[in-house]
């Protein structure tokens, strides 16, 4: 099942990140002429879909006696609200962190003449609709926190992690995670925080864990971002 799983989330990956933007390319003019809230339905809806069946199809295809919740590791662990509450606090102090690493690097990248810039679902939500805002936020705190850990933190790790050691698993799962979002001045960021997710796996043993500091990570981000429209 991991094997499925794993060939299945490479493709989606390679299909998504590799051949859909150079379609979208080709289609600009179209999708400039939908309103700005489709746009983003386009552009994040379906990989996130396609990653969710990238893992739920081979798990539900294999290994059928046992639930879906246990062979994907999806059960809550042993207290689970002390658990949660501990992931939380975890995630709130690691994100300034992370906040500071991204900074640093964009004046890194800033001194060496590289061109960066911040991802643009984060202009939109600054500048966009109220739809458009709804449809990021559904998709950031809901969508890509199931679909990513999936992929990342339990398909590919766990391909990886039969032939390699854990921390060498890890880093490669959270190399691919950084990535896969194409933005070089977030990617120290994106990467730190994939361990810190895989982690958060591996310790409490329930990928909920790890969906619910992704999940919450990316509402703090929206929130911060979109408190910032009122800020002149």
């Known amino acids: 099942m991991i094997r499925a799983a794993f060939t299945a989330s490479m493709g989606v990956i390679a299909f998504f990140l590799g051949f859909v933007p150079v379609f979208l390319g080709y289609v600009s003019k179209t999708l400039g002429a939908l309103p700005q809230w489709v746009q983003v339905l386009v552009m994040t809806f379906p990989l996130q879909i396609a990653y969710l069946g990238a893992v739920l199809l081979p798990a539900?295809?294999?290994?059928?006696e046992f639930p879906l919740r246990v062979k994907l590791?999806?059960?809550?662990p042993r207290a689970p609200w002390k658990s949660f509450a501990l992931v939380g606090i975890c995630v709130i102090l690691v994100y300034p962190l992370l906040t500071a690493v991204t900074f640093l690097n964009g004046k890194l990248l800033n001194s060496l003449s590289i061109r960066s810039a911040p991802q643009?679902?984060?202009?939109?939500?600054?500048?966009?609709?109220?739809a458009t805002v709804a449809v990021i936020i559904l998709a950031g705190v809901i969508?890509?926190?199931?679909?990513e850990e999936l992929v990342f933190r339990y398909a590919i790790y766990r391909h990886?992690?039969?032939?390699?050691?854990?921390?060498?698993?890890?880093?490669?799962?959270a190399f691919l995670f950084a990535a896969s979002h194409f933005n070089i001045r977030t990617f120290p960021a994106l990467?730190?925080?994939?361990?810190?997710?895989?982690n958060v796996f591996l310790r409490t043993r329930s990928l909920s864990c790890a969906i619910y500091a992704h999940a919450l990570y990316n509402l703090i981000t929206i929130v911060l971002i979109f408190l910032s429209r009122s800020v002149p």
């Open 60 to 64: 539900k295809r294999f290994q059928r």
């Open 73 to 76: 590791e999806l059960i809550l």
């Open 120 to 130: 643009e679902l984060a202009l939109l939500l600054t500048q966009g609709s109220p």
């Open 143 to 147: 969508l890509a926190p199931f679909g």
């Open 160 to 173: 990886f992690a039969r032939f390699a050691p854990p921390p060498a698993a890890a880093c490669v799962s």
């Open 191 to 198: 990467f730190l925080l994939a361990l810190f997710l895989q």
